[in-house]
């Protein structure tokens, strides 16, 4: 199983990397944001699917492979904002942080999008190889 969570990462973060840079490239951003965009994405995206994805499998003993996937993939994407909060040098409250980047479209393109398309690409292709 851990063998395959850690494919799963894998396909997630290259999903992710190929969708930040189509969606920065549709949206006209530089190649350096795009850059800097998909490293702190894959950093971010790595160490909060490492957390939160021991806690929900330890959690499930094991059972429901396929359900702690799509509960640990939905818990990162709640959590994204929450690093944003913690890197922002501003005095909004994380409710006003996640407000605002779900309101806005060209953050939440820039932040989201890649992750949503990402994450399904990577639960269809999970299914379909039967790796859960």
Request: hydrophobic share 60%; aromatic share 10%; glycine share 6%.
């Amino acid at each position: 199983m851990v063998k395959s969570l850690v494919m799963y990462l894998l396909y997630l973060l290259a999903a992710d990397a190929i969708a930040n840079i189509a969606i920065g490239l549709i949206l006209q951003n530089t190649g350096a944001l795009i850059l800097i965009s998909g490293i702190a994405r894959a950093i971010g995206i790595f160490f909060l699917f490492a957390i939160v994805g021991t806690i929900v499998f330890s959690i499930l003993n094991g059972k429901g492979n396929m359900a702690g996937l799509i509960i640990t993939t939905l818990l990162v994407y709640l959590l994204m904002p929450a690093i944003i909060y913690l890197l922002k040098e501003n005095n909004k409250t994380i409710v006003a942080v996640y407000t605002e980047l779900h309101s806005n479209f060209n953050l939440f393109a820039q932040i989201f999008l890649p992750y949503i398309l990402a994450s399904t690409i990577c639960v269809m292709l999970v299914r379909k190889l039967k790796m859960f």
